[in-house]
């Protein structure tokens, strides 16, 4: 049986109510907000008001029960707008609403769980709301009823009837989605028939036919992504207090985007951010949650997605939220980073042996092989220790098959006790070269950011001393690190053709 989904349903409590006598009263001032919540059979002496944000809820606010359950929230100054619930004293949640512009309002509700019973005064959002939420929770319970029947006659292998509850079940599918689009287009500046729309999935359509009667093959996936966020609202600032927004940004950027090369997340990331803009508050979300994400990401090369963002953001005086010793903090981070990106020249190094005054001299740009490993340790770390035998098992056995393609260049960063660095290189007997002192062309502890990253740490580097790696892998990962780095630019090198 194919399955119906009805639509993307919004998590709301639902209660049976016990309706109140409204009396007539006068209008809030402006500039204040008075919401009154009747919750029948409410036992709590006071209730939390939350707001959505991210994938959390931040209290707002709290009220006590002034008799029969009575909540009042009253005061100067209005809330921002966006999705918030009401929270019990046991941390159950009674009723999510929306708060928008108009905040002077009445609603009936109960602690049992029925929105058909449900009622608000003074809100025409919200009343909406309620509308929507009645007309699913009865498509949910004839969807339900025709499921059951639909199992039954499937047992009895009863073709009739089975198809009979299939076009049931397609009917009132194709029903809601005509009530929802109605919705959306009736209210279409309400938060919540933004927050509907939102769920809508993205029609992407087939692929053209090239020139040369070839599919394009590219055409869905870049459609996806730039048309991502076609049913959201970037300018709306509102968006950033609803429970369905944060997960979705989530997704953009770890799940659609991150899979792509840096060129095309940043090319997307300008998108949105360009979008968001609009909006002084929506831009700060994002900026602050890009920066959290690309900053802590542990995926090879996200770190020039994290330079790419505050080059284009902070160092351009877009955000004026930031005082100037953050601002300088993201510059210093960037300028540290930069020369350090994959696809970058590498700092070459010319650095002296461990002979002492007979010391030669070493540049990791005058190396034999086509690849160059910079090996940053320090003879004190046992982490170090362990990898660098690992590089000996590594080294051996390709030098042994005639496979070695690259020579290991190894820093010592120990500059406090220089003898125990040439004991620790005379008794391991590594083959390889091995640098240090206090002697070289630059800081190399500068310029290679040793001081931040510590130790060990690895970068690689190409036939023209180009880093393709900054980040230490797996010793025994380097061989096929390699021959795919190489089946890359075989690759690249054909498509410029």
């Not at 927004?245 to 300008?270: G, Q, S």
Request: proline content about 4%; overall charge neutral.
């Amino acid at each position: 049986m194919k399955k119906i989904i009805l639509f993307a349903l919004v998590i709301l409590c639902t209660v049976p109510s016990v309706l109140f006598a409204q009396k007539k009263r006068a209008p809030a001032p402006a500039g204040t907000h008075r919401m009154i919540f009747r919750i029948d059979g409410a036992k709590d002496e006071s209730v939390l008001l939350a707001v959505h944000f991210r994938d959390k809820m931040l209290l707002r606010d709290s009220a006590i029960n002034q008799g029969n359950g009575v909540f009042l929230f009253e005061g100067a100054g209005l809330y921002d707008e966006g999705m918030y619930t009401i929270v019990s004293e046991g941390k159950r949640p009674y009723l999510n609403f929306i708060i928008d512009g108009s905040q002077d309002f009445e609603y009936f509700l109960d602690t049992v769980g029925d929105v058909r019973n449900f009622r608000v005064i003074g809100s025409p959002q919200n009343d909406e709301m309620l509308l929507f939420q009645r007309k699913n929770v009865e498509a949910q319970r004839k969807i339900n009823s025709y499921q059951t029947k639909y199992k039954e006659f499937e047992e009895e292998l009863n073709e009739d009837s089975l198809t009979f509850y299939r076009e049931k079940m397609l009917e009132l599918n194709t029903e809601m989605e005509g009530f929802i689009a109605d919705f959306i287009n009736r209210n279409p500046n309400y938060l919540f028939s933004k927050m509907q729309k939102s769920y809508r999935h993205i029609t992407v359509p087939d692929p053209p036919v090239k020139e040369d009667g070839t599919i394009d093959s590219m055409f869905q996936s870049i459609y996806y992504r730039t048309h991502y966020w076609d049913n959201f609202d970037l300018t709306d600032r509102r968006f950033i207090n609803l429970p369905s927004f944060e997960p979705k940004v989530n997704d953009y950027f770890t799940k659609v985007l991150a899979p792509h090369d840096v060129d095309t997340i940043n090319k997307y990331m300008d998108m949105v951010l360009n979008l968001a803009s609009k909006d002084s508050l929506m831009y700060r979300f994002f900026i602050e949650w890009l920066s959290t994400h690309w900053q802590g990401s542990k995926v090879i090369g996200h770190d020039a997605v994290f330079v790419h963002l505050i080059k284009e953001n902070m160092m351009k005086g877009k955000c004026r939220w930031m005082d100037e010793d953050l601002l300088e903090r993201y510059r210093k981070r960037a300028t540290k980073l930069e020369p350090l990106l994959i696809g970058q020249k590498s700092i070459e190094l010319v650095m002296p042996d461990t002979n002492g005054t007979s010391s030669k001299w070493h540049s990791s740009y005058q190396m034999p092989k086509k690849y160059v490993i910079l090996w940053f340790y320090d003879p004190n770390c046992h982490t170090c220790k362990s990898e660098s035998e690992k590089f000996r098992q590594l080294y051996d056995s390709l030098e042994s098959i005639g496979e070695r393609n690259f020579d290991i260049y190894a820093v010592n960063t120990n500059n406090a006790d220089l003898e125990l660095w040439k004991k620790y290189v005379r008794e391991k007997g590594y083959p390889w070269t091995n640098v240090g002192g206090l002697h070289a062309n630059v800081d190399y502890m500068e310029a290679y950011n040793i001081y931040e990253f510590g130790t060990p740490q690895m970068y690689i580097l190409n036939e023209k001393r180009e880093i393709i790696l900054n980040k230490r892998i797996t010793v025994s990962d380097i061989p096929d690190f390699l021959r795919q780095y190489e089946k890359i630019e075989a690759y690249k090198a054909n498509k410029n053709r």
